[in-house]
């Protein structure tokens, strides 16, 4: 468990101690971890996530939030889970047994080609998106993820430095017209998989820079 970037261990394999809001370390070495279940929470009611939608989760770790996902969408919805590592994606493809209606694919899910969805949700901080994602989504369809920027940077707290990107959960909507873009809060995230380029991190740090985030 990790509480404010400090690590404990539980006593036992009771499954009790990780119902708190912790990050859950999936893998120390490359520091990732399953994310705040409160942070999540709060997305989630901000996607308004409806019954049978098509949902893409990129970097769906072990399925945890997958499956949440799976829940809230009903037995109707059509849910692909795509995760890098593959490990982490045969641990979620069986955990997700239980849902007949999600897909694990193990590949690089920010170059994958996406089919019509509803919802794009990426676990893993980016620079930018691939233009397929915004190309892919059905109309009222809604990509959430964190644009940040890539770096080392303190911990919260203090004592250590941490790898990975700061930035802001960006909530993106197809409208009739175009396109709705805004942000939903600040956040730290571990970087995707050749979702940064330095001189697109470069822009973006300038842009942070010039204004308080509160427009994108």
Avoid at 25 to 30: A, M, N, T, Y
Avoid at 41 to 57: T, Y
Avoid at 68 to 88: D, H, K, T, Y
Avoid at 122 to 149: C, D, E, K, Y
């Amino acid at each position: 468990l990790k509480a404010d970037f400090g690590r404990r261990q539980t006593p036992d394999a009771d499954p009790a101690h990780v119902y708190q809001d912790v990050l859950i370390p999936l893998d120390e070495q490359k520091d990732l971890n399953n994310g705040s279940p409160s942070l999540w929470a709060e997305l989630f009611d901000v996607l308004n996530i409806r019954p049978g939608e098509r949902i893409v989760h990129i970097g769906g770790g072990r399925g945890y939030y997958t499956a949440i996902m799976a829940e809230i969408a009903g037995p109707n919805s059509n849910i692909v889970c795509i995760e890098i590592e593959q490990r982490l994606a045969g641990c979620a493809r069986e955990a997700l047994r239980p849902w007949p209606q999600v897909e694990v694919v193990e590949g690089d899910g920010f170059h994958a080609p996406l089919d019509h969805c509803d919802i794009v949700v990426l676990s893993a901080g980016v620079s930018h998106f691939p233009l397929s994602w915004v190309l892919a989504l059905q109309p009222n369809g809604r990509i959430m993820l964190p644009l940040t920027v890539d770096g080392q940077w303190p911990a919260p707290g203090g004592g250590e430095t941490w790898k990975g990107g700061w930035g802001q959960i960006l909530l993106v909507t197809k409208r009739e017209n175009g396109f709705a873009a805004r942000f939903v809060r600040p956040c730290g995230f571990t970087n995707c998989v050749g979702g940064h380029v330095p001189e697109i991190d470069e822009r973006l740090r300038k842009a942070f820079a010039r204004n308080d985030a509160k427009q994108v």
